[in-house]
């Protein structure tokens, strides 16, 4: 009897064992995270302290199976003067697997303004990680993105089922977010804002680095883009080729609000479309029931061929847009200047509505006096437009009457 009594206690023991503490490992802050992460116990707690939990860059090696919870008030800080390597992450996750990051409000910042040289001093980086969450955190103040995902080592590798809930990604330098290769990726009811300090500078950038990078199954919902230095939402897709992994990517629900400074060197719009302008991948890109507001720009700008991937917007509104007067909501640039490439296009409008005061064309398409712009092509939909009266398209350098299946049907409200 005595036996079974011992034995089910040390079974009790043993359930309630498998929560611990960080502070319970090392007072090396980087050490007893390691430590913890390592150890049998599957929660893990990150718990409030007086103070802030202080990092040196941190690595994390093939983790598994872990639930790690920061406590309600936990602040983690970048130990300053500690980031020398460029390539430094806050916390980096490598090769882990069944992954939970709970942040209950936590807050993640960075010493932004000692990071003078690189744009790779990311906040929270997983690198071919698989079945990861991340909710409920802020992270600012980086030298690089406030999250980055992709692979690991060698070229086609990807992270791979990765959510993330609940961020608000402030003040870094590169992005808000960057996902370089990933598949099956939900973005959800988080917030990109004030990007600044090196280009692009983007809310959202989805920009692989070689051609066997993956992009598949990224879907963002519920998500503000705000106040970026560059675009709200940048797909620089040009490293990706017709050999790739077909693209499939959504944006869904989402607002894109006053994003590009007029400072900024490159193209001004919320969104900035970019393929390969040779070989472009194939695949789909979704804007969904998105509204793009009080902007000085348009919605969207790229030069992207009509024979790669598909850009469709359904149910979208474009409100108080093109204050500067400028930028129409869709401005089209040939692929090439100096040869010829292919044609420009590839997008579907299904039931747009722009509201807008300057005398602007719903498009401005602009060709290239060497005659590079073969045409024109698949570009169709609905689109109600409030606005001064203007052409609906604007050509510069370019005979329309090469479009090629080119059908958008207008409405015009009267306010």
């Known amino acids: 009897m005595r036996l079974i009594t011992l034995c089910l206690l040390f079974g009790t023991l043993n359930i309630f064992s498998q929560t611990v503490k960080v502070s319970d490992f090392s007072m090396d802050h980087n050490r007893a995270l390691v430590m913890a992460m390592k150890s049998y116990y599957d929660t893990i707690v990150l718990d409030r302290r007086p103070e802030p939990w202080v990092f040196a860059p941190l690595k994390i090696w093939e983790a598994k199976n872990k639930v790690l919870i920061l406590e309600s008030g936990v602040e983690v800080r970048a130990k300053k003067n500690a980031f020398k390597k460029t390539s430094n992450s806050l916390w980096q996750f490598i090769l882990c697997e069944n992954i939970q990051i709970l942040g209950n409000g936590a807050t993640f910042s960075m010493n932004k303004e000692e990071y003078i040289e690189g744009e790779w001093r990311h906040g929270i980086s997983l690198r071919a990680c698989k079945d990861v969450e991340i909710r409920d955190i802020t992270i600012r103040d980086s030298g690089g993105d406030g999250i980055y995902l992709a692979g690991w080592n060698q070229k086609g590798t990807f992270s791979e089922n990765i959510t993330i809930d609940g961020i608000q990604s402030i003040n870094n330098k590169r992005q808000g977010i960057s996902i370089i290769s990933a598949r099956n990726v939900k973005i959800s009811n988080s917030l990109f804002a004030e990007t600044k300090g090196t280009l692009p500078s983007a809310g959202l950038d989805i920009e692989p680095d070689h051609p066997e ?98 850009v469709t917007f359904t149910d979208c509104i474009g409100r108080n847009i093109c204050k500067d007067g400028s930028w129409p909501p869709v401005y089209l640039e040939v692929p090439e200047y100096h040869k010829k490439t292919g044609p420009l296009g590839g997008f579907v409008f299904k039931n747009l509505y722009l509201e807008y005061d300057t005398k602007l064309p719903f498009m401005i398409v602009r060709g290239s006096k060497m005659g590079t712009l073969e045409n024109l092509a698949d570009i169709q939909g609905d689109v109600t437009i409030a606005a001064p009266d203007h052409d609906y398209f604007n050509y510069i350098n370019y005979n329309p009457e090469k479009n090629r299946n080119v059908k958008v049907k207008f409405t015009k409200k009267v306010n």
Request: proline letters at 4%; hydrophobic letters at 35%; charged letters at 25%.
């Open 213 to 310: 990078d993956v992009i598949s199954q990224i879907e963002i919902t519920d998500c503000i883009f705000r106040d970026n230095d560059h675009a709200g939402i940048m797909l620089g897709l040009g490293k990706l080729d017709e050999n790739s992994h077909p693209i499939s990517i959504v944006i869904r629900n989402s607002i894109l609000r006053n994003n590009h400074v007029p400072t900024h060197p490159r193209s001004a719009a919320e969104v900035i479309i970019g393929a390969n302008r040779e070989s472009p991948v194939k695949g789909n890109v979704l804007f969904d029931k998105c509204v793009f507001e009080d902007s000085k720009w348009g919605i969207f700008y790229s030069r992207k061929r009509s024979d790669a991937f598909t």
